[in-house]
């Protein structure tokens, strides 16, 4: 009976050995696995930003190809208003003369 009490002790100690150098194993390769997710995460996370700041400077851009825009149809505006003033100061100034009789 102490033979079998002694190889019991033995496969449970073989056991434990075991479980031990897979736990080693694993710890081992925890700090790469970790620094290989972290990695992914990162370049995850670029492609993200990059992709983002793509956007708010192609939406930038358009706002000021916007506000450039507008601003010279406002001064062209601006522009006619002065040129139709000049006409209508003439056009009427042309219909005194006629209805005083000037023409």
Do not use: C
């Not at 970790?34 to 851009?61: F, G, P, T």
């Not at 003369?97 to 000037?102: M, N, Q, S």
Request: glycine fraction near 0%; charge should be negative; charged fraction near 30%.
């Amino acid at each position: 009976m102490n033979e079998k009490r002694i190889q019991q002790v033995l496969e449970i100690e073989r056991q434990a050995q075991e479980l031990y150098d897979k736990a080693v194993q694993n710890a081992q390769q925890l700090p790469v696995q970790a620094e290989q997710e972290s990695q992914a995460i990162l370049d995850k996370a670029r492609v993200e930003a990059e992709a983002e700041a793509q956007q708010l400077i192609a939406k930038a851009e358009a706002s000021q190809e916007t506000t450039k825009i507008l601003t010279e149809a406002e001064n062209k505006n601006r522009e006619m208003e002065a040129l139709v003033m000049t006409h209508f100061d003439r056009a009427v100034n042309y219909i005194f003369d006629r209805v005083i009789g000037r023409e």
